[in-house]
């Protein structure tokens, strides 16, 4: 079972890019998330925002896909 969370080496590993700069992209999503209500842990990004931010996999894609 994948945890819900990724931790900041996951997130550089992911995206091919240093840890420090996957602190930037984490800062970023989690203020993001901060914005709308949501409870954020530094550090960690929550995997299903992740990948619907980064790679385009949200909902909102498979509709207009005809999914």
Do not use: C, P
Request: glycine share 8%; net charge positive; proline share 0%.
């Amino acid at each position: 079972m994948q945890n819900r969370f990724m931790r900041v080496e996951e997130v550089a590993a992911e995206l091919g890019v240093s840890v420090s700069y996957a602190y930037k992209v984490i800062r970023r999503l989690n203020d993001e998330l901060k914005e709308k209500g949501f409870v954020t842990i530094a550090g960690r990004i929550n995997r299903q925002y992740f990948n619907e931010r980064v790679f385009g996999t949200g909902k909102e894609e498979f509709k207009n896909a005809g999914f």
